[in-house]
């Protein structure tokens, strides 16, 4: 994007300095019709309208290069929202196997616990007869 936005100036600034060159033309033409010095408008008017035509190109550049930064922008954020899900399906298998773990552990220790717990009870209970 830094690219475009570098031709966009380049062109504006192209654009701009081609202006002053025309209106600085039509000045002295003004200038020599003042004074009576017959002026080559023909060779003047070809180069004005080089000129008018590539700034009119220039401003369909610009339009364009604003247009394709939009895009680009849209791909950016949508590449984004892409790797995030891909992230959160990547992550999923893991996450089912931390959990399949967590709850194999738990039965383990719940039914070594239990037992531990019966064999007190029962041990009391002989102690007791």
Do not use: C, Y
């Not at 701009?16 to 000045?27: A, T």
């Not at 070809?46 to 930064?69: F, T, W």
């Not at 037992?115 to 007869?129: E, P, Q, R």
């Amino acid at each position: 994007m830094d690219e475009n936005e570098r031709l966009l100036i380049e062109a504006s600034q192209r654009a701009k300095s081609n202006q002053r060159r025309v209106e600085e033309l039509e000045k002295r033409v003004e200038e020599h019709h003042a004074l009576g010095i017959p002026v080559k408008v023909t060779g003047l008017e070809e180069r004005v309208g080089k000129v008018e035509r590539m700034v009119n190109d220039i401003h369909a550049l610009s339009r364009s290069v604003d247009s394709l930064a939009r895009s680009v922008q849209d791909m950016q954020k949508e590449q984004q929202s892409q790797n995030k899900e891909i992230d959160a399906l990547k992550s999923e298998p893991g996450e089912r196997w931390k959990s399949v773990k967590r709850t194999a552990l738990t039965a383990m220790v719940s039914t070594v616990a239990g037992a531990l717990a019966v064999g007190l009870v029962l041990l009391v209970a002989n102690f007791i007869k």
